[in-house]
């Protein structure tokens, strides 16, 4: 592909820390893709609206509060009814190893918790991207 | 429906994807380009430029919200520089614009600047086009001030408005390093903090130092996060528009962009053509070993690959 993969990284629900974002949207940038970086406490329509707008290849969320059983279905949802089904959905943050199975049944496709490196994430986006 | 018949209809998706679709340089989107054309050419294209972080995004921001309470549709694009290393970008515009994303009548897009080759300034006119097509009244594009990107929005503008932020002496300087005269507008944001006056002033004493021209760009003190002074700041675009209207600058100065554009287009296609065309027996490598080893002078050299043109 010789295009850069746009991403949007967001932050749904109100947990007011973003190192963690802005780490892996350091980590995307140096391995070559734009990322659209919203900033802190968005809401899944605004979300969506930011995913639409940019036409992103992927919308990576990141959350701490514990409300991703909630917010990223949600999302996952609200992108289906725009009709976006071309966008890899993927999602990190503190989330028990439990409810991962009921995330990537609700259509986040992969979820990334604290110990997993950069690395591990960049090389998983750039082998499920959807569109050429 | 078709992408065209979607973008004519204020589909969002459709947009973006065009947008996207021209930034990859894909023929198909440049034909829609060439389809519609005829369509474009009532937006108005307001340039934002100046130092990172001076305020331009919370700026455009607030602008936008007083457009749409007069019932205008506003397009904005927000460019980030890309790095030169990676040919990432982290396109952090949007932070300050996220209470516009949900309004139907506001399309927000982030792009970086990609390859210096005309990356930026092709780019931002085709997405300002495809904004104008969507149906935008008004178009924002914000880049960073830094040197040659200023000179680039010069190309897509109707009016260039310039962000300073008081008590920045290095910035004057910048500004007078052959900037200055880009600015219709200048605003002194974050003029809550101290010293802005004396910003003012500063600026207003370069700009005595030019001749008299018929107009004269206002300077004026604002404060973008506080939401001060955004009617007046606009009521002076409005003012700048309608010198432009009267005076038949308008025209001129969109003919003037598109002789730059037109000359970008045709420059690159050369570029193509000729990097293209040496590929064959590596004549460029060859020309550019035999000028370092003195064996032929550039001056025939360059003929040497001209030649390939003009046949
Ligand atoms: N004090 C003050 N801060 C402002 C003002 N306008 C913007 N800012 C802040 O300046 C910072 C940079 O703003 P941003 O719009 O992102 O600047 P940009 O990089 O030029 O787009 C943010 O923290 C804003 O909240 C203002 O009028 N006064
Ligand atoms: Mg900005």
Known sequence: MDRPIRVLVAKPGLDGHDRGAKVIARALRDAGMEVIYTGLRQTPEQIVAAAVQEDVDVVAMSILSGAHNHLFPKVVNLLR????????????GVIPDDDIPGLIEAGVEAIFTPGSSTKDIVNYIKSHIKRK | MNIVERLLEGDKKACARLISKLENNEKEAIDIVKQ?????????????????????????????????KQGKKVGIIAIDPTSPFSQGAILGDRIRMNDLALDKNVFIRSMGTRGSLGGMSRATWDAVKVLDIFGC???????????????????????????????????IQAIKAGIMEI???????????????????????????NEKNEYRPPVIKVSASKNQGMRELLEKIYEHR????????????????????????????????????????????????????????????????????RR
Not at chain 2, 146 to 169: H, R, Y
């Open chain 1, 81 to 92: 009814v725009e009709g976006v089904d071309d966008v890899l959905i993927i999602g990190g």
């Open chain 2, 36 to 68: 519609l054309y005829n369509r474009t050419g009532n937006a108005y294209v307001i340039g934002i430029t100046g130092a990172p972080g001076s305020g331009k995004s919370t700026l455009t921001n607030k602008l936008t919200k007083e457009l749409l």
């Open chain 2, 137 to 171: 009244d008004y178009i924002f594009v914000e880049t960073v001030g830094v040197g040659q990107s200023e000179i680039d929005i010069v190309k897509v503008a109707d009016t260039i408005l310039m962000v300073v932020i008081p008590n920045t002496g290095d910035d």
């Open chain 2, 183 to 209: 600015a219709d507008i200048f605003a002194i944001n974050k003029s809550d903090l101290e010293g802005a006056d004396k910003t003012k002033l500063e600026i207003e004493m370069n700009l005595d130092l």
């Open chain 2, 242 to 309: 309608r010198f432009l209207e009267e005076n038949n600058e308008l025209e001129k100065r969109r003919i003037r962009n598109s002789r730059l554009q037109l000359l970008k287009l045709v420059e690159d296609e050369l570029m193509e053509i000729i990097l293209d065309k040496s590929v064959k027996d590596d004549l460029l490598d060859k020309l550019s070993r035999e000028i370092t080893k003195g064996a032929i002078d550039p001056y025939t050299a360059k003929n040497r690959i001209i030649e390939l043109i």
